[in-house]
């Protein structure tokens, strides 16, 4: 092999820090063992650079490679999904290093680099990830550029000024394309396997689901509102109606089970939802969720076409939220529902319980309501029966088989879960339909940028109950106990025991350390808003007001208009490095020369400037011996090589100026 063609030790410092870099994100994204294997893979070659070890064979390394394969299937248990892809380009990346031997080599390292730094972009779309990501890639191109340095000169070659220079000369470039290329969807849009990790509200609900929500501090979705952002008791985020008891846990019955597709859609929900008083208008940024259904406040009308109405009336898509999704929706706050009755089945479905269990509840049901004067009296009743007696705590006791019995009659100690399941319960019992509504209840404000934020510890249950001439009606017994908990947020309805269970409890009890992650928050919140959020709805718009229409001629002209202007501003550029530098003593006699002939003595062409010097002394005595003066100095730096005399050059250059100055006319 010819001995200019081998790696050497500068470039191979380089590529394996590059390595390191690249490849640090996504450790916890690969099976740990492939991690270790890439760490003793770029020790033992470096070790090899200093003379140790020696390279395996093609046997050796074919052995090698099946070997990770088989790991990576039992890894994976067999699935071919993102991540198996991903460790599979990973397991590919690490492996080459074991033949890399010559600067082609490092080439195709580098190249498969830039395609594992894609890949951090699925697991990390904040914007540090994304400042890691630009790293990495100036980081792998620094590489190739020492690479490509003549191997005499790679000892003292430095990258990073040249990298410097490409990377400012790609910025227009990329801005251009970002803003004008159609966007076709980006790679971090693609669906990853599961949900693993992810944490937030399930499609069913039993006693102590809530509460273990109130231990993540993780962000459920953000929102802005065109307007004044609706007081805490109107924040209502609605998610899911749970319909079907089985004696332990609530779920969603046939009629509301939003993961059955175009059977979920409610067709005539025009006709039974009438819309009341104010609307607000905002716009949701949801978080991954791995569920298909969306949140919204009180009665929301979707209007993208692949976002649809359920019977409960709350929206949902067909396919689950795995990426982070912008939607924009316009809600009535207060509203009338099927007032004018439900049809039998609706009916059977909002007074289904099961055949037996909580015998004391159904019993005390049945007394109450022979004995209240309406529906409304009853429910009335129930709210100021939990409220005198019942205590809201994250630590209730655990209930046994007849749960509601236990938490009405006895423990009297819940969460929301406890107060909105035992009170659609009691409503069903006594003849009044009824059912579970979950989500989330308030949020809170950034004062830095002025959009919400609600967190899975703002997760909430409540009722509704169908009243006769007024529909379905919301109904929060967990308010009637602990009222601060819709005013002012969870963590003020709990006492000192129950908030240190709480997600972020640090972060809430120092100020200091609240307001820098709402900072935080907010500069992230404008990332993913106006970068991210840059999809093709969002284009066609910027577009369209920057080019008078949206008309696909008017963006394909702006784009080759753009990028000639762009690529002629940096062939100018480039032109003008080339030039031969003029150095700095011409550059100020040229000045004294150009000023001089604005007073009528322009210096003649091939004229010297000794030959200038003694016309300038007879057209204007007074300037002889100063201009003489200086032409000497300028000559024995110009043709001399005298540098000494360059101070004094400058320094009188400056005083002629000012004195020619003063001569102007103005």
């Not at 590059?18 to 890439?38: E, F, G, H, K, N």
């Not at 910027?542 to 008017?554: E, K, Q, T």
């Not at 002394?617 to 001399?640: C, G, N």
Request: charged fraction near 20%; aromatic fraction near 12%; hydrophobic fraction near 45%.
């Amino acid at each position: 092999m010819d001995n200019s063609s081998v790696i050497a030790g500068q470039t191979l410092k380089y590529l394996l820090l590059t390595q390191a870099l690249v490849l640090a994100p996504l450790v916890l994204q690969i099976p740990y063992w492939l991690s270790a294997l890439a760490l003793v893979i770029m020790v033992w070659r470096w070790l090899l650079h200093q003379g140790r070890g020696f390279y395996p064979g093609k046997i050796s390394r074919a052995l090698l490679a099946i070997a990770v394969s088989a790991l990576l299937f039992a890894s994976f248990n067999g699935r071919f999904g993102m991540e198996t892809m991903v460790s599979l380009l990973v397991a590919g990346f690490v492996l080459k290093l074991t033949e890399a031997r010559s600067r082609s080599h490092v080439y195709l390292l580098c190249f498969l680099a830039y395609f594992v730094i894609g890949t951090q972009l699925l697991f990390y779309n904040q914007l540090l990830g994304m400042l890691y990501s630009l790293s990495c890639f100036a980081a792998v191109t620094a590489t190739l550029l020492v690479n490509q340095a003549a191997r005499g000169e790679q000892g003292g070659f430095k990258p990073w000024r040249r990298l410097t220079g490409m990377l400012l000369q790609a910025v227009p470039i990329m801005l251009v394309l970002f803003l004008a290329v159609p966007r076709i969807g980006s790679l971090w849009t693609v669906p990853l396997n599961n949900g693993s990790g992810i944490t937030g509200l399930s499609d069913s609900m039993s006693p102590g689901d809530m509460a273990n929500l109130m231990q993540s501090d993780e962000v459920a979705f953000r929102a802005s509102f065109a307007g004044a952002i609706p007081a805490p008791q109107q924040r209502y985020w609605r998610a899911l109606v749970l319909d079907h008891f089985d004696g332990r846990r609530w779920s969603q019955g046939r009629l509301q089970d939003v993961k059955a597709g175009r059977g979920s859609i409610w067709q005539d929900a025009a006709q039974e939802l009438e819309p009341l008083g104010e609307r607000v208008e905002y716009q949701v940024m949801l978080e991954p969720s791995s569920h298909n259904w969306l949140y919204s406040l009180a009665l929301a009308q979707p209007s993208a076409s692949d976002i649809h109405l359920s019977r409960g009336f709350t929206l949902f898509q067909r396919r689950p939220v795995s990426q982070r999704k912008q939607y924009s929706l316009v809600s009535a706050l207060d509203f009338r529902a099927q007032a004018d009755g439900l049809s039998d089945w609706e009916r059977r479905s909002a007074l289904q319980l099961p055949d037996t269990g909580n015998l004391q509840t159904r019993q005390l049901a049945r007394q109450w309501s022979a004995q209240a004067a309406s529906p409304q009296d009853l429910v009335d009743r129930f709210l100021r029966y939990v409220q005198s007696r019942f205590h809201y705590t994250l630590q209730p006791p655990l209930l046994g088989e007849d749960s509601v019995d236990e938490f009405l009659l006895q423990s009297q100690t819940g969460f929301c879960e406890h107060f909105a399941g035992s009170f659609v319960f009691f409503m069903r019992a006594a003849g009044v339909p009824a059912r579970v509504v979950t989500g989330y209840q308030g949020g809170k404000v950034n004062p830095h940028e002025g959009y919400l934020t609600v967190r899975q510890l703002d997760a909430h249950a409540w009722a509704e109950v169908w009243l006769a001439g007024r529909g379905w009606m919301r109904v929060d017994p967990t308010a009637a106990v602990a009222p601060e908990r819709i005013d002012r947020g969870v963590e003020f309805s709990l006492d000192d025991t129950d908030s240190q269970l709480l997600g972020n409890a640090l972060g809430r009890r120092f100020a200091l350390l609240a307001n820098w992650q709402l900072h935080w928050d907010a500069f992230n919140y404008r990332w993913h808003r106006w970068v991210m959020g840059y999809d093709a709805q969002a284009q066609q718009q910027f577009l369209s007001a920057l080019l008078g229409g949206n008309a696909a001629w008017r963006s394909t002209l702006a784009i080759i208009a753009a990028v000639a202007v762009i690529i002629l501003l940096l062939a100018i550029a480039l032109f003008w490095q080339r030039r031969a530098p003029v150095a700095t003593e011409v550059r100020i006699y040229q000045r004294l020369c150009r000023t001089l002939a604005g007073l009528g003595l322009p210096r003649g062409a091939g004229e010297g400037p000794h030959s200038f010097a003694r016309r300038v002394a007879q057209a204007h005595p007074d300037l002889a011996e100063d201009f003489d003066h200086l032409s000497q100095l300028f000559e024995r730096i110009r043709f001399a090589d005298d540098q000494s005399a360059a101070a004094e050059f400058r320094h009188l250059a400056r005083a002629f100026s000012r004195k020619l100055s003063r001569r102007s006319p103005h």
